[in-house]
Structure formats: C-alpha cells, structure tokens
C-alpha cells in the first residue's frame, strides 16, 4: 500500500512565524498536491507538482510556497503565518489512474 | 469552471437505512468521478470512481452511475452501519494533475 506521511498531526504557530509542513511518500508517484480543508468549503488546492523542482500553483496559492528537491518529499511553506492560515493541510499523491493517496493530515493553529 | 455540488450535511441515519447522497456537476471536456471517504482522523481515500457515461462505480456495498444527461453521481448504500459514518466528498477529474472536491458531506450512523 502507498504510504504518504506528513511529520506532525498538530501543530500551534504564533503570526509571523515560517511554518514548513512536510510530506513523504514511498511509492516513487511524481504526482503530490497540498490541499487545505476548510469547513464548509472542502477541499482546496494549494500547490501542486508534477516532478522534482516542478511546481504549479493551484487555486489558492497566495501566502504559501512549496519545494520539491527529492521525488519523495514535497514541503509547503507558511512565509509569515497568518491567522486565517489555520487550517487542516492535507497531503497527497497520484498515481497512474488518477487516484490519489492522502496523508492524514495536520491539522495548523496559528495564533 | 468546473465544480461539484454535493448535499449539505449531515446526513443523520439508523442502522440499517437506505443512503443516498447527492452530487451533481459542472465540467468542460468528458470528466472522471470519484467518491472519496475521510474517517475521523485520517486522510481521504478513494471509495469509487468512474470514467464514463453509464459506469457505475461500486466498493464495500456503495454504489454511483455516472449520469451525464442529468450530470449527477449519486452515492447510494442499500443498508448503512455504524461504521459507515464519516464524510462523504464528491470529485472530479478532467485530465491528470488537478481533482475539484464538493465540500463534503457527513454522515452519522446510530445503532
């Protein structure tokens, strides 16, 4: 089975600070996507990338960057968090027949 | 732009109900549709899918057709459990690399 990790189920930030979320996956997928889950407002995305150093934004990019240095790892950066970046950040994969393998999420406070 | 509209929750049912759970599109080109679950504290994963007019997508007794002249893909379950309750997202694909999500629906299963 896929595996997709995201390294903190929770996390507390003060405004101002610089949040990384990070995400592996162990099934070589050049496909991975960052979402936030929102009440309400379900699922959208953030960034996402289709290879190393590739990215393209996806409908709500503003406030966050990403990078993606090894295949396996896709991290998205908060520049200088905000409260209303509290959020669910969910990661994801894809593979070859379009389905996507998620992480289970983490779930920011920012204060 | 493409978009899903699904029912607004929750869905309150008693064992052993009849599920059903709307979803309804908007999509340029020939989209894929998917049924994805999210269990309480954890990530989405794929309940369903299909890629054409007419294919019913089915798993773990839940059922959806693709209907493109009413540009619906209900979810339906002849018989719920307890463990059924969770949010319920409809998605859909119009080629790889982007999935737009409804903004979910939560079921809730009493004994």
């Known amino acids: 089975d896929v595996k997709v990790t995201q390294s903190s189920r929770y996390l507390v930030k003060r405004t101002g600070e610089k949040v990384f979320l990070e995400c592996v996956q162990d099934?070589?997928?050049?496909?991975m996507f960052w979402y936030r889950q929102d009440p309400g407002l379900g699922l959208r995305l953030i960034y996402f990338?289709?290879?190393?150093?590739?990215?393209e934004k996806g409908d709500i990019p503003e406030g966050y960057s990403v990078s993606r240095e090894k295949k396996e790892r896709f991290s998205l950066i908060l520049e200088s968090a905000s409260t209303n970046q509290t959020s669910m950040y969910l990661c994801?994969?894809?593979?070859?027949?379009?389905?996507?393998?998620f992480g289970s999420g983490t779930q920011l406070s920012v204060l | 732009g493409d978009s899903v509209t699904q029912m607004e929750g929750p869905v309150t049912l008693s064992e052993e109900a009849f599920l059903t759970i709307n979803c309804t599109y908007t999509?340029?080109?020939?989209?894929?549709l998917f049924w994805y679950v999210q269990y309480p504290g954890e990530g989405l994963q794929l309940l369903l899918k299909?890629?054409?007019?007419?294919d019913k997508g089915s798993n773990k007794g839940f059922e959806a057709t693709y209907r493109k002249e009413t540009t619906s893909f209900h979810l339906e379950k002849g018989s719920v459990q307890v463990s059924d309750s969770a949010v319920y997202f409809c998605?859909?694909?119009?080629?790889?690399?982007?999935?737009?999500f409804g903004t979910g629906t939560r079921l809730l299963v009493s004994p």
């Open positions: 999509a340029t080109g020939y989209p894929s």
């Open positions: 299909a890629t054409k007019a007419d």
């Open positions: 994801a994969t894809q593979g070859s027949n379009e389905k996507l393998f």
């Open positions: 099934m070589d997928h050049e496909n």
């Open positions: 998605a859909l694909s119009v080629g790889f690399q982007k999935l737009v």
């Open positions: 990338s289709y290879d190393v150093k590739m990215k």
